[in-house]
Structures are given as structure tokens and as C-alpha cells.
């Protein structure tokens, strides 16, 4: 009997599972302990620093092929607990797998002796060593409470069982990933459909987005698992809840079956929830799974104009304990961002000395590969002072035209320019880092920064009108003149020669 428990014992072993990504790095740590002969060294592989807890389960002589013989209850398990689990060897005798001991360590939870325990801090991508232990078989555990949502990326290992004889257990974490991206409309159709981390738009406009979410790799250790979509929009931002499509691998998924989208109208933000993914029955899920959220939102009035953009952040809320048969502790991914930028056009009317015109409407159109008309973008007029305004632009190729032209003044021709922006398409934080008018005419865009908002301000000249000679001008004055001195002599002579004749009668 003691040959096929030794035999079972040594080949038992369940590896941690569930924490994160990999950061930095540093020489192990000792911690001492019970006054044997034996080390433990503890490696952490995630990205947030673990409080481990160590508990001797069984207790036994070791040989040269860790073998344990001479089974019994460790220091780890509560005296009362002892006569109710029956004995060590028969217990260890159950444990003839990896599923058979992952179940051992669950159910082993409520009779753990909480006052002979090691408690042990590992930094993240660190590694301690548990030095002076006894021979056995250990439960290692992520103390309750310790994996929380603050920083991100933290997860719960499972259950470590070790047969301990200076060895090493090293975690295994995972934790879902998310990617957030919106899509640039003068690149949809070319390859990678243009979905990056910036784009830019006119005001009006509808923006897609997309969330991608993954799963950990150890999502089949989960009994049931949450999963949950948070995304954040600015003010200059306005969400189509109808517009929302969830998909995983392909299948689409149904709302208030599968799914529950949560709008919140007052942080201008929403929700997708599945409070356990393993209950979806419309498509098989697995590690590898990919869960993808498509929405669309329409730049709105409240746009910033260029400088930061319109940004719009999104994260994951995931179970993180596999250990916990209900829906358990949550962690949460780093958030991911996106921004939207559009911009201004400032047109300042002026006559040849410079001076400030009143009476001018002038038409933006955009113009869209090569038209000559372009499509009517807004009309701007202004009763009272000189200064135009044509806001929430996208980069691109305009065509301004004076519609209405101050009096006395001759009309400009129409002028052709482009707006032209550089910023990061692939950055966690994504910047505007150029913004320039280019012309086909004579006029010159300068970048300004007025009342916080970014814009590229010109001057547009009105020449006057020439006032050209009309044909018979002093001629035409001159007759006047002259008939009318002949028409008084006229009458002055008829006057005379009446009273004459009346004189000599």
C-alpha cells in the first residue's frame, strides 16, 4: 500500500493559473521558516505583486525521487479537521490526477489552520524563496482579497498543491486583453479597413468603433465567468445605442439573451454585460475566442477643435479568480483610448490696405475625389464684423467661394486649399502633431491658437472696382447749356417786339 501511495504523491502537482503580463525583474528574496532542511522558491509572472499564502497539507519523509512516504496530516490542517478527513495516506491515496487534486484543494479550503500558515509577498515579475521548510505537500494560495481591480491586470492564481524538496513553483496567470479602435474614413477601404487609434471628421459625421476582447487562457478552470464592456465617450461625442453589434468569433450574439447593454446618458457612457459567458448557448467558447463590440457614435457640436480631440476610453471587467465557484472577485484591463480630432478654418475678410470689410457670405464646399463643384459643406454670413468661421472640418480638399461680395468691391475667385493633419494612428495617448493649410492661390493659412480651440486663419483680399469714363459726358452738358440760353433769348426777343408794336400804336 505505502509503494502505490509514494507512487501517486510524487507524480501529483497542479501549477498556478491566472494573473498577468510580464513587467520586471529582480534576485529572489529568502523568507525562513519552519526549522527544516528544505526551500521553496516562489516566481510571480504577472504585472501586480502577489501576498501568497503556504500551507503544509500533508506531512512525510522524502527520498532522492520526491517521493513521499509516511503520509500525514501537515501543520496546515485544523487538529479538528484531522479525525473528519479520515487519514493522510488514504486521503493522498484519492489523488491519482491533476483534476482529482484541483478538486482536493477546493474542498480542503474550510479546513485549513489559519494560525500555522506562511504569508509571503512577491513583487510583480519577482521571485522569493521560502527557505528552513519540512518535506511534504503544500497548498500555495493568493490570500483572499489581494487581487482587486486597482492596479489592472490582476487575477487570482488557482490552487498550487507542490511536493516540497527545494523546489521551485513558478505562476502561470493570464488575463483577457482588450484592444479599442475607431476607424478613419479616407482609409476604409483600403487594406486593414484604416482602424488605428486616431482619426479625424467632419461635425455631423458618424464614427464607427470597434472593442476586441479576449479570453485568459485558463478560462476552462472557471466554473462561470463575467465579462463586461465599459466605454467612456467625451461630450463632443453622441452613442447609436441601436448601432451596437456583439459578436464572438463571427456568431452574432442577441441582445437581453446573451447580452445586456446598460446606457448611462449621464457619464455619456454604456455597458455590454454578459454576467456568465459559459451560459451562452448559441456558440461554443473557448480560450481562444475572440468577443467583439461594434458601435457607432456622430461627432457632435460640442467637438473640441483640434488640439487633444474628442477621446473616447474603454476597459474590461473579468472574473479573476478560478477558485471561486460563483461569480467571485473581478479584475479589470487598463483602459484603452482613442481620439477624434477635427478642425477650424478662419476666414478674415479684408480690402488692399488692410483694413476689415463687412458685407461678404462666403460657401465651403469639400471636394471629393477630384469633383470640380465639391459638396456644399455650410454657409457663413456675417452682419455685423469680418471674421468667418467654418467649424469641424475634416482633413481634406475645400473649395471656398464668395457668394455675397461687399458693394463697390469686385468678387474673388473661388480658392482651393487642403487641410493637412498629422497625428499618432498608433499610441495609447494619440496626439495631433501638425496642422496645415496648403493652397492653390496666393492666400497663406497660419495656425492659431484662440479662445482653446486650434484653427488655420487666412486673410481674403476684396479689390475695388474701377470707375471707367462714360462716352458724351461734357458734350451731352453742353447742349443743355446752350438750348436753354436760346430758348431765354427766345423769349426775350417775343417780348420786346410785342411791347414794340404796342408803342407804336
Given amino acids: 500500500m505505502k509503494q502505490f501511495v509514494k507512487k501517486k ?18 534576485l529572489p528574496m529568502a523568507v525562513f521558516a519552519q526549522g527544516g532542511g528544505y526551500t521553496l522558491t516562489l516566481k510571480n509572472e504577472g504585472s501586480t505583486p502577489h501576498t501568497f499564502q503556504i500551507y503544509q497539507i500533508f506531512s512525510g519523509d522524502l527520498d532522492e525521487s520526491k517521493t513521499l512516504s509516511n503520509i500525514q496530516w501537515g501543520t496546515g490542517i485544523k487538529e479538528a479537521s ?15 490526477g491533476e483534476s482529482e487534486a484541483k478538486e482536493f484543494a477546493k474542498t480542503i479550503q474550510e479546513h485549513l489552520n489559519e494560525d500555522n500558515k506562511l504569508e509571503v509577498r512577491v513583487e510583480k515579475n519577482d521571485s522569493t524563496t521560502v527557505a528552513n521548510l519540512n518535506a511534504g ?6 490570500k ?5 481591480q486597482t492596479p489592472p491586470n490582476s487575477a487570482y492564481t488557482s490552487y498550487i498543491l507542490k511536493v516540497v524538496g527545494n523546489t521551485t513553483a513558478k505562476t502561470k496567470l493570464d488575463v483577457p486583453e482588450l484592444v479599442k479602435k475607431v476607424q478613419e474614413n479616407s482609409k476604409k477601404d483600403i487594406e486593414g479597413n484604416g482602424w488605428q487609434d486616431a482619426a479625424d471628421y467632419n461635425i455631423d459625421e458618424v464614427i464607427p468603433y470597434k472593442l476586441t476582447g479576449t479570453l485568459p487562457s ?20 453622441t452613442f447609436d445605442k441601436m448601432s451596437v453589434k456583439v459578436t464572438v468569433d463571427g456568431t452574432t450574439l442577441t441582445a437581453d439573451q446573451d447580452y445586456s447593454l446598460i446606457v448611462h446618458s449621464d457619464t455619456n457612457s454604456f455597458q455590454v454585460r454578459f454576467e456568465n459567458l459559459k451560459a451562452i448557448q448559441s456558440v461554443m467558447i473557448t480560450s481562444t475566442s475572440q468577443i ?14 483640434a488640439g487633444n480631440g474628442n477621446p473616447n476610453t474603454a476597459y474590461l471587467v473579468y472574473s479573476n479568480n478560478p477558485n471561486q465557484s460563483g461569480g467571485g472577485d473581478h479584475g479589470k484591463t487598463p483602459e484603452d483610448k482613442n481620439v477624434v480630432f477635427t478642425y477650424k478654418v478662419v476666414v478674415n475678410k479684408k480690402d488692399e490696405e488692410n483694413h476689415s470689410l463687412q458685407g461678404a457670405q462666403f460657401e465651403l464646399r469639400k471636394i471629393v475625389n477630384d469633383q470640380d463643384e465639391g459638396t456644399k459643406i455650410d454657409t457663413v454670413t456675417v452682419t455685423e464684423g469680418t471674421k468667418f468661421n467654418f467649424k469641424g472640418l475634416d482633413a481634406g480638399k475645400y473649395k471656398l467661394i464668395e457668394t455675397v461680395t461687399p458693394s463697390g468691391y469686385n468678387t474673388i475667385q473661388p480658392i482651393i486649399f487642403t487641410i493637412e493633419a498629422t497625428y499618432d494612428e498608433e499610441s495609447d495617448d494619440p496626439q495631433l502633431t501638425s496642422l496645415t493649410g496648403q493652397t492653390e492661390g496666393e492666400i497663406v493659412f497660419i495656425r492659431k491658437t484662440e479662445e482653446r480651440e486650434d484653427s488655420l486663419s487666412t486673410d481674403v483680399i476684396n479689390k475695388k472696382g474701377i470707375q471707367l469714363p462714360e462716352t458724351g459726358g461734357m458734350g451731352r452738358y453742353l447742349i443743355y447749356t446752350l438750348g436753354t440760353i436760346f430758348v431765354l433769348t427766345a423769349l426775350g426777343y417775343t417780348v420786346y417786339k410785342r411791347n414794340r408794336k404796342h408803342t407804336e400804336k
Fill in 218 to 237: 485558463n478560462y476552462a478552470e472557471y466554473e462561470t465567468y463575467f465579462y463586461e464592456f465599459n466605454d467612456i465617450m467625451s461630450a463632443g461625442l
Fill in 292 to 305: 467583439v463590440v461594434e458601435y457607432k457614435c456622430r461627432l457632435n457640436g460640442n467637438a473640441v477643435i
Fill in 144 to 148: 483572499e482579497g489581494s487581487q482587486t
Fill in 82 to 96: 484531522k479525525e473528519t478527513l479520515g487519514t493522510a495516506a488514504e486521503k493522498a491515496q484519492t489523488l491519482t
Fill in 9 to 26: 504523491v510524487s507524480f501529483v502537482m497542479v501549477m498556478i493559473m491566472a494573473v498577468i503580463t510580464v513587467i520586471s525583474m529582480s
Fill in 137 to 142: 505537500y503544500y497548498l500555495i494560495k493568493d
